[in-house]
């Protein structure tokens, strides 16, 4: 297995993380989940751009040129002796004896690295379960930021019920779930949470936002309770490695039938087509 390091490919064995790095000591730092398929990375700009805009809403500079670290990638895809797969990326504040404030003049550190993710049919065909938790992480979760406790907490909720995500409410509001956004469709219109500092704008948000538009199916960004979530005709969430998929239930309430609903296999559909 490879490693991209900055600007070098090197063998996994030859990278080591200082016991200093201020991402392993602060979580100081930001990263991405990048999709391939059949070799070729999936939105790749629109995840660039993201990583772009959390790296300076937290000011650390990316430690090469955007143009080489993207021909860096696909290099790196083509180390990987599969097409489908996820590059995991991030991007640290870099190595300094332990200061909670900025160190000054101290480079950042990039590691992104692949492993295989196939398509997961069963969940995208059968659809998935998930709980309610609260949302109780801060309020700058459009950035995406190292700083995952509350959602793996959330998430190993979810596992120990049976489930595969937790819903975040906040005051009330559905938010997302721990690793990915959701949307609830009512008299064949979509709803999902406005993209503002209390969701991270899923690059599959994006594109499920095109694949709406291209179908004629409205989408609205409005506030939702827990209540309305459950009382929709379809429910299903989206991230980079489960695509769009079917929720069933939410909170042990089913939705509708208990069934994928229509709009949430058109949506499948148009999302496959894009990948073929
Ligand atoms: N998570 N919301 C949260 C909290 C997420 O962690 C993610 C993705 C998303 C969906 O974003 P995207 O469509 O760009 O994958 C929404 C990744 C997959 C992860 O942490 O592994």
Redesign the pocket.
Known sequence: QYVLRNDEILPRDLVHIDIEDRGYQFGDGV???IRFYDGKLFHIE??LN?LLGSLSSIEIALPLPVDVMLSKLQELVETADYKEGKI?LQVTRGVHPRIHSFPEGVPPLLIAYCSEAKRNFEQLDNGIHAIAVPDDRWLR?NI?SLN?LP?TIAKQKAAERGAVEAIFVRNGIVT??????IYGVKDGSIYTHPSNHL?????????TKKLAKQANIPWIEAEFTLEDLQAMDEVFA?????EICPVLSVANVPIKDGKPGTVTRELQKLFSDKIA
């Open positions: 990263y991405e989940v629109e995840h993201r995991y979760v995406k995952l959602n997302e779930c721990s690793a990915s956004n969701i991270l704008n899923g690059i599959t948000r994006q594109v989206s991230n980079t490695i489960i």
